[in-house]
């Protein structure tokens, strides 16, 4: 069974880049796409995006201008970077499984990113 | 973006008791839909793919029915750990949207 674990700064200050990484073990990640939701506290999911393992990506268009997602396929990783953060940035983020039709079956741990100076 | 709401936003009901959320687009999706189960501090679950599909490991009690704009959830018989929110959330195109959700609690 897939095991997606995140990891990066917990806190990121204000006009910033906020970078997290999640590594994926127990299941090869071709054939898959790989995704990062996020949660504000106290309000609903948001999806940002993802990545398959050619490199392509599907982004959201609110987050357009502003995020990165790649995978390093060798490492058994991928990551999300997220410029010019505000304090409306500050929710969970989690790393997640998309099988490829969007049916979103195996979730990280989530990680709460606070943006503050 | 397709616009999930569900309703209604909190419920109360008891150990035993069937309760049915339900969600709506406001397009039609088909039958691209998955619900999710989310406990605090947790990551969501899936429960429901293809607006009916039950995944494995999650309990008979739960069945989801819908196509086009409107789908349901029902849970049979509530047993303690089914307290919780559950989301919706459309398949159909990106950007991926979820519903604001249901908050279940005794």
């Known amino acids: 069974q897939v095991h997606l674990q995140e990891s990066g700064p917990r806190l990121v200050r204000p006009s910033e880049t906020l970078s997290l990484t999640c590594g994926v073990s127990?299941?090869?990640?071709?054939?898959?796409?790989w995704s990062w939701i996020r949660q504000p506290p106290g309000k609903p999911l948001e999806w940002i995006g993802y990545?398959?393992?050619?490199?392509?990506?599907n982004y959201n268009p609110s987050f357009k201008s502003r995020v990165a997602i790649s995978v390093d396929t060798s490492k058994n990783e991928f990551s999300l970077k997220l410029t010019s953060v505000t304090t409306a940035d500050t929710a969970v983020y989690y790393c997640?499984?998309?099988?490829?039709?969007?049916?979103?079956?195996?979730w990280g741990q989530g990680t709460l990113v606070t943006v503050s100076s | 973006d397709i616009q999930m709401t569900q309703s209604p936003s909190s419920l109360s009901a008891s150990v035993g008791d069937t309760v049915t959320l339900t969600c709506r687009a406001n397009?039609?999706?088909?039958?691209?839909l998955s619900w999710f189960q989310q406990t605090p501090g947790a990551a969501p679950k899936l429960l429901i793919s293809?607006?009916?599909g039950l995944r494995n490991g999650v309990p008979s009690r739960f069945s989801g029915t819908g196509s086009g704009t409107d789908f349901s959830l029902t849970i049979n018989s509530l047993q303690p750990d089914d307290f919780a929110t559950y989301y919706c959330?459309?398949?159909?195109?990106?950007?991926?949207?979820f519903g604001e959700g249901t908050k279940l609690d005794i």
């Open positions: 959330q459309q398949t159909y195109k990106t950007p991926y949207t």
């Open positions: 293809v607006a009916s």
């Open positions: 127990g299941d090869s990640m071709r054939t898959y796409y």
């Open positions: 397009e039609n999706i088909k039958k691209f």
């Open positions: 997640a499984r998309d099988d490829t039709t969007g049916v979103i079956d195996f």
């Open positions: 990545v398959y393992t050619t490199g392509r990506t």
